[in-house]
């Protein structure tokens, strides 16, 4: 089946101009999470949906931001870019276990990325 | 969730088995460990993981301690393609979407 994929895979923005990014999971998972990844921080996890609720959320400011849709794809936003928000951004899908998407064992299945350069 | 601890680097001759160290000496009881690894400039992967016993699927083998505070991720075969980041998370599973990427080993696998 399809992997998780997201666009655009390279995009180039400005100090100040906002950016969406978005994710398809694979089919039939209900969770996506979303990392930032930069030389100097490493893997950092933003926040996590799971039926169009966001679950959890890292450390990061409120100019990051995300949704869900219904059919289970994301888009996470940055808002008023910085030159230190320049990063890889990965999103991940898994399938939680139970009805009630509760505890999952399972695997996190990242997509390539978008790799945003702020300038 | 617990910290990890593993080398910076490594190195293996292809064909040989590599073997990653992982300590995490402040595991939990409900919390699984988990191997991902990343090639260059690609997303990371899921290659295993376990709660208490050894498992074995096709990527590799990851062998747990009795007391669980470290564990050693098995490649039986290396090849040219497994050079990548290779991470050790320890995670509880209802939580398994947040996952906390330390720096993780580098293996470099050497014709």
């Known amino acids: 089946k399809a992997g998780v994929t997201q666009t655009p895979r390279y995009l180039i923005k400005t100090r100040g101009q906002q950016v969406t990014l978005s994710c398809s999971p694979i089919?039939?998972?209900?969770?996506v999470s979303w990392y930032q990844q930069t030389p100097g921080q490493g893997l950092q996890f933003l926040f996590e949906?799971?039926?169009?609720?966001?679950?959890n959320k890292g450390n990061f400011p409120g100019r990051f931001s995300g949704r869900q849709f219904s059919n289970s794809r994301s888009e996470m936003n940055v808002s008023t870019l910085e030159l230190g928000d320049s990063a890889l951004y990965l999103c991940?899908?898994?399938?939680?276990?139970?009805?009630?998407?509760?505890?999952?064992?399972?695997?996190?299945?990242f997509g390539e990325g978008s790799r945003l350069t702020v300038l | 969730d617990a910290k990890t601890t593993q080398p910076p680097s490594m190195d293996c001759a292809e064909g040989r088995a590599a073997n990653l160290p992982c300590n995490h000496s402040?595991?939990?009881?409900?919390?699984?460990v988990y191997w991902y690894r990343q090639i260059h400039s690609q997303g990371p992967q899921y290659i295993i993981h376990?709660?208490?016993n050894n498992e074995t699927n096709e990527m590799a083998s990851l062998i747990i301690t009795e007391d669980r505070k470290s564990s050693t991720l098995i490649l039986p075969h290396a090849t040219l393609r497994d050079t990548a980041v290779y991470y050790c998370i320890v995670s509880s599973g209802g939580s398994n979407y947040k996952l906390t990427f330390g720096k993780g080993t580098l293996l470099t696998v050497n014709p």
């Open positions: 402040t595991i939990s009881g409900n919390e699984y």
């Open positions: 991940a899908s898994s399938q939680p276990l139970g009805l009630a998407g509760g505890p999952n064992t399972g695997e996190l299945f």
């Open positions: 376990g709660l208490k």
């Open positions: 949906y799971f039926s169009e609720t966001q679950r």
């Open positions: 089919s039939g998972h209900r969770s």
